[in-house]
């Protein structure tokens, strides 16, 4: 482990304040579907071409349960999304911080893709935020001639208790990529789908889970 570089603090305060800024609903964003529970939205970002995606559901976990599996388990992560061909961590900064390397299959006609990104999480009132910063260089992985190395505008989660019932956590996650490369713009606004299917995975997955505890616990 080393220390967090500076620039990578200083994206992560920017990011983490747009994050907390775009977590509320209001007239800017358009509904797209809602399914099983898990709603998506969109709305421009600044000047970028590429609509931004809001995702929001409840999961029956509590928080510290649902922070472990949204940023802990790389193998459900790959497990919700098809997509994905691989998810490592490239290097440890500190107990939280890390460099995490996500890479695609290709798809028809469309080539395998890199999202290199800097994550960490923290406490906030009543739930946690995760705040991911966009990389385009790291020493420890080169460019790939076979791959497009996406660009991360904006990215994290925000985690909520529900103040009725804390075995519930509210959902939000926000993000912003570029798919780069020579991607029509209406194809990459229609990566929502990806999203919207991987949070239904996770509902899914911790019900299933909550099920198995409880007919473990009867048998106990």
Not at 26 to 42: A, C, F, M, P, R
Not at 195 to 212: D, G, P, R
Request: charged content about 25%.
């Amino acid at each position: 482990m080393r220390l967090v570089p500076e620039e990578y603090q200083e994206q992560y305060k920017e990011n983490k304040k747009e994050l907390l800024k775009l977590q509320e609903l209001d007239e800017s964003w358009i509904l797209l579907q809602e399914k099983e529970g898990v709603t998506v939205h969109q709305r421009y970002y600044q000047d970028n071409q590429v609509q931004m995606i809001r995702i929001e559901t409840e999961f029956d976990s509590p928080l510290k349960e649902t922070a472990d599996l949204l940023f802990n388990n790389a193998q459900e992560l790959l497990n919700s999304k098809p997509q994905l061909q691989s998810a490592e961590i490239v290097e440890e900064l500190n107990e939280k911080g890390r460099v995490i390397l996500v890479t695609t299959k290709p798809i028809l006609f469309i080539s395998p893709r890199e999202i290199l990104v800097y994550t960490n999480y923290e406490n906030i009132e009543n739930g946690i935020i995760q705040v991911q910063v966009g990389l385009q260089t790291h020493p420890l992985v080169p460019l790939d001639s076979k791959k497009v190395r996406t660009t991360t505008v904006l990215g994290g989660h925000i985690l909520l208790k529900n103040p009725e019932d804390n075995t519930k956590t509210k959902v939000v996650y926000i993000i912003l990529n570029l798919l780069n490369g020579n991607i029509p713009l209406k194809l990459q606004s229609s990566v929502y789908l990806q999203h919207l299917n991987s949070y239904i995975y996770f509902k899914k997955l911790v019900e299933k889970n909550n099920i198995q505890s409880k007919q473990i616990n009867q048998q106990n």
